[in-house]
């Protein structure tokens, strides 16, 4: 957030303007919101909390250039001085701006439904719909043991099953943990997979005490318990991992083409797109290794390897994690990401289908943090006010155009 607070309060010397910053940190109350509800009733209210919105959107993608920044800075304080040259607008005793930021809590996952309820009243005249609401993902999977019987794992089902030995898997509905008595040792290797579904989401601690969370249309197989000289589990799909350190047994993510061998860290793992593998290191040390060429890149904190197994190659870059991980924490992050990739992301978590009426649309770019719980009109129509975008929203299909 360091690049934030290089610009935070440069030309912002009005209440307003600290207004909107002390409300991005989250001190807002639920009588401002009202407030500001019927406050944004009005068209020009309205423009210009639109205008703020883009704002905070651009100054707040985590790696957006600081040149845009500034610029994006300019033109709001262009935008602000006109606005202000007008009669001070005052709402029930207080003055405007100190419910007008209210408006921005959309944009924070904090108080999203707030914005549920605003976005029902004031809907984009773009964002046109019909049939039933299409719901976001929720905690949901299935675990196959070893013997091959499966258990779905839904929200608020509670799990407690004995396996062979003396393991057993025990979770809330949300979560499975695997407890096994001190000192079991297996004789045999007993796998078992963790497989989450278009809008699903799971975490699991593994007998380690490793800890992998699980995106949607995600399978990671794993032993019951871990050898005595290694820990080797498979991927496909995304999971975030929480690794416990043990030094004497290296803990290694296999995917197509090659393994990640972690040393104790935290990192991200996607391999959602056909032949490509992006490993996102938060913290720690991981190794990435080729299975063509048998050659390892050490990856340091905030870089991402990118595999192509077209190429054979790694490039490594430095980014910010939070973009890659921010997921698992129930955010969609989009940092001047392509429309085709944001709807990628979407149908994978809301089950929807997406028809493009021109390939020039695919390529709008957007900026923004929004909370992955929220009703995808509700995302789509947040995409909408700062995106060249528009979409049609008919049952789970989406039509996107520029008109």
Not at 151 to 163: F, K
Not at 210 to 230: A, G, H, I, M, Q
Not at 259 to 272: E, I
Not at 300 to 318: D, G, I, L, R
Request: some cysteine; glycine content about 6%.
């Amino acid at each position: 957030m360091s690049c934030h607070r290089s610009i935070k309060w440069q030309g912002m010397t009005n209440e307003f303007d600290e207004l909107i910053w002390r409300l991005l940190d989250g001190k807002t109350s639920s009588e401002e919101v009202c407030r500001g509800k019927e406050w944004v009733e009005n068209d020009e209210h309205k423009r210009h909390f639109k205008q703020l919105q883009k704002f905070w959107n651009v100054v707040n993608g985590p790696h957006v250039s600081f040149e845009r920044k500034q610029k994006e800075l300019i033109r709001f304080q262009d935008f602000m001085r006109k606005h202000s040259q007008k009669k001070e607008r005052t709402f029930v005793g207080k003055k405007w701006y100190r419910n007008a930021a209210v408006w921005l809590i959309p944009i924070l996952s904090a108080a999203f439904g707030v914005w549920h309820e605003f976005s029902r009243e004031y809907a984009s005249p773009f964002l046109a719909e019909t049939g039933e609401l299409v719901s976001p993902g929720m905690p949901q999977a299935v675990l196959t043991i070893s013997g091959g019987d499966t258990i779905v794992l839904q929200p608020n089902r509670a799990v407690d099953i004995q396996l062979a030995g003396q393991v057993r898997v025990v979770g809330s509905g949300e979560s499975i943990v695997y407890e096994l008595d001190e000192g079991e040792s297996p004789r045999v290797e007993r796998y078992n997979t963790l497989a989450t579904p278009v809008g699903g989401e799971y975490q699991v601690e593994l007998s380690d005490g490793s800890k992998v969370w699980l995106n949607s249309l995600t399978k990671l197989r794993y032993p019951e318990v871990f050898k005595e000289d290694c820990r080797e589990v498979y991927l496909t799909g995304e999971a975030y991992f929480e690794v416990k350190h043990d030094a004497e047994r290296p803990f290694v993510v296999v995917v197509d083409g090659m393994k990640v061998a972690v040393y104790g860290t935290r990192f991200n793992v996607n391999t959602y797109h056909a032949g490509v593998v992006q490993t996102v290191l938060v913290d720690g040390k991981v190794g990435v290794q080729v299975d063509a060429t048998g050659k390892e890149i050490v990856l340091h904190p905030n870089e991402m390897a990118t595999y192509s197994e077209e190429s054979q190659q790694v490039n490594v870059k430095a980014i910010v994690p939070y973009v890659y991980t921010a997921w698992k924490d129930g955010k969609f992050v989009f940092d001047e990401e392509p429309v085709e990739e944001i709807m990628k992301r979407l149908s994978r978590w809301y089950g929807i289908k997406v028809v493009y009426k021109n390939e020039q649309v695919k390529e709008q770019l957007f900026t923004g943090i929004i909370t992955r719980y929220a009703e995808v009109k509700d995302v789509l129509h947040l995409i909408e006010e700062t995106a060249l975008v528009h979409f049609y929203l008919n049952g789970n299909v989406v039509t996107v155009s520029t008109d």
